[in-house]
């Protein structure tokens, strides 16, 4: 009798299984060839203690390299399983490979009206953000709030004057640094599904990081007030409203974007 040829598995095969271990707990890795745990060497005694002794010293689980590696593709087959935004939110919430989620108190999703014909796509959330779990609610926050009443859109409202607002990471990095690039390149799958699912008109990235991770190009002083294509959207890089707090001569940069965008808003 001859046995049927095992199916071959894909590299999509492969993933999916590691990201579906991954989620069922699965924390050590195995090797290809069996061992015997029998002749295996004894670890050496603790400092200090005899041969006899039966404590064993107690390390922290070692990350997984393979599951560390493979982290933006575990990201972006729970992003692709996401058919709701609400859906996009538990899946984020339970993705546990980024370092950023150790150390932050909320998970910071997004704020606004999800059917907006803008989206405005921040870098990272600070300690306001973090605490209140919305993005944009600090100084930087309340610029942005005034930046864009003067064309008629807010947050708060519905319609064609609606906003909605996210970030390019949802967590916290500590003492507000820029997210490093393998962060960024982490959580850019779920950033990806968040646009297509809440399918705006208009993106509107802030500042260089979310440019880094949405158009894959940084220094927003040449990008800004320029139309771009991103996903398929009419996309309008502008300053962060934190820089223009920093540099408020900026402010005439942001009103000359703001007009722009109005004039486009369908």
């Given at each position: 009798?001859?046995?049927?040829?095992?199916?071959?598995?894909?590299?999509?095969?492969?993933?999916?299984?590691?990201?579906?271990?991954?989620?069922?707990?699965?924390?050590?890795?195995?090797?290809?060839?069996?061992?015997?745990?029998?002749?295996?060497?004894?670890?050496?005694?603790?400092?200090?203690?005899?041969?006899t002794s039966n404590i064993r010293p107690v390390s922290m689980a070692r990350a997984m390299p393979e599951v560390e590696k493979a982290a933006p593709d575990i990201a972006r087959i729970m992003a692709d399983r996401a058919d709701t935004l609400c859906a996009l939110?538990?899946?984020?919430?339970?993705?546990?490979?980024?370092?950023?989620?150790?150390?932050?108190?909320?998970?910071?999703?997004?704020?606004?009206?999800?059917?907006?014909?803008?989206?405005?796509?921040?870098?990272?959330?600070?300690?306001?953000?973090?605490?209140?779990?919305?993005?944009?609610?600090?100084?930087?926050?309340?610029?942005?709030?005034?930046?864009?009443?003067?064309?008629?859109?807010?947050?708060?409202?519905?319609?064609?004057?609606?906003?909605?607002?996210t970030n390019v990471v949802p967590w916290r990095p500590p003492q507000n640094r820029d997210p490093e690039p393998d962060e960024i390149a982490m959580m850019l799958p779920f950033l990806q599904r968040h646009i297509a699912l809440a399918d705006p008109d208009i993106?509107?990235?802030?500042?260089?990081?979310?440019?880094?991770?949405?158009?894959?190009?940084?220094?927003?002083?040449?990008?800004?007030?320029?139309?771009?294509?991103?996903?398929?959207?009419?996309?309008?890089?502008?300053?962060?409203?934190?820089?223009?707090?920093?540099?408020?001569?900026?402010?005439?940069?942001?009103?000359?974007?703001?007009?722009?965008?109005?004039?486009?808003?369908?």
């Open positions: 009798m001859t046995l049927p040829d095992a199916p071959c598995l894909t590299h999509e095969d492969a993933l999916a299984m590691l990201a579906w271990q991954v989620e069922m707990g699965v924390t050590c890795p195995i090797g290809d060839e069996p061992i015997n745990r029998y002749e295996a060497a004894p670890p050496p005694p603790m400092a200090g203690m005899g041969t939110r538990k899946a984020m919430d339970s993705f546990d490979h980024c370092a950023l989620k150790k150390g932050a108190r909320n998970l910071v999703f997004a704020d606004g009206n999800p059917t907006a014909r803008v989206m405005i796509v921040g870098e990272g959330p600070g300690r306001d953000e973090d605490v209140q779990g919305k993005p944009f609610v600090g100084r930087a926050g309340q610029m942005l709030d005034r930046m864009f009443a003067a064309i008629g859109l807010s947050r708060e409202k519905d319609g064609a004057d609606a906003l909605y607002i993106l509107v990235p802030m500042g260089n990081i979310a440019c880094q991770a949405l158009l894959g190009r940084k220094g927003i002083t040449r990008l800004r007030g320029k139309w771009v294509e991103v996903q398929g959207r009419l996309t309008l890089p502008m300053l962060h409203p934190a820089f223009v707090l920093r540099d408020p001569i900026r402010k005439r940069d942001c009103w000359t974007d703001l007009l722009t965008l109005k004039a486009r808003l369908p």
